[in-house]
């Protein structure tokens, strides 16, 4: 399996700029969850999926940020418009019952900037 | 509810002498426990995990971990440090929720 995989993994663009983050789970993973971490704030959870429903998006920060879960092997992390506040290392992880109860396996994450 | 409390933010050791990361937790279930361990510019990557199962769990890279129930403890051990193991360690609780509560994180930085 080649685990969990984000997409872009650098990004660095402007302020005002829309940005998509991308994840594709491990197969057979039900739950999917997107984190933050920086410097300042260590690792936030940003919003959990379980069958590709939004479950918990507490810790979305504002409403410039929105998930999506179209179906079991993709979901995608927006923000517009972007703020240099933004600029942060953003991970996905997903996990399955089956495998163990809340094991969750990280992608390397995807570093952006904003200007 | 849950949650979880790394004692240290930063530990320093000497190549070859031993490391502990402490880690407490609370939660309203019988909790399942991790620690992930995360190397510069990467992402995490599981350590061990405690699933009520032996209090005394092995992990990768010769660490283990103890689960204390009457301490509400986990702490995290390792017998001799390696300059590898320089990483930010995160202790996890999770079980009666489907939300793992991640810890702030311990940075261990390994002298030679």
């Known amino acids: 399996d080649a685990g969990v995989i984000q997409s872009p993994r650098h990004e660095v663009t402007e302020m005002g700029q829309e940005v998509t983050l991308r994840c594709k789970p491990i197969?057979?993973?039900?739950?999917l969850f997107w984190y933050r971490q920086t410097m300042m704030r260590g690792l936030e959870l940003l919003i959990y999926f379980n069958n590709n429903v939004p479950i918990d998006d507490s810790g979305m920060p504002e409403d410039r940020f929105s998930a999506k879960m179209p179906n079991a092997s993709f979901s995608t992390l927006k923000i517009q418009p972007s703020e240099p506040r933004d600029s942060a290392v953003y991970f996905c992880a997903s996990s399955s019952r089956v495998s163990g109860a809340n094991v969750l396996t990280f992608g390397a994450g995807s570093r952006l900037t904003v200007l | 509810a849950q949650s979880v409390t790394q004692l240290d933010s930063h530990v320093s050791v000497s190549e070859g002498t031993p490391v502990l990361l402490r880690c407490n937790y609370s939660?309203?279930?019988?909790?399942?426990l991790f620690w992930y361990v995360q190397h510069p510019n990467k992402g995490l990557q599981l350590l061990l995990k405690y699933t009520s199962a032996a209090t005394l769990v092995k992990g990768i890279n010769g660490f283990e971990a103890e689960f204390k129930k009457s301490e509400t403890s986990f702490h995290l051990t390792k017998p001799s440090a390696h300059m590898s193991d320089a990483a930010e360690y995160f202790c996890?609780?999770?079980?009666?929720?489907?939300?793992?509560?991640f810890g702030r994180g311990t940075s261990l930085i390994v002298h030679p």
């Open positions: 996890v609780v999770g079980g009666g929720s489907y939300i793992p509560t």
């Open positions: 197969s057979g993973h039900n739950s």
């Open positions: 939660s309203s279930y019988s909790p399942s």
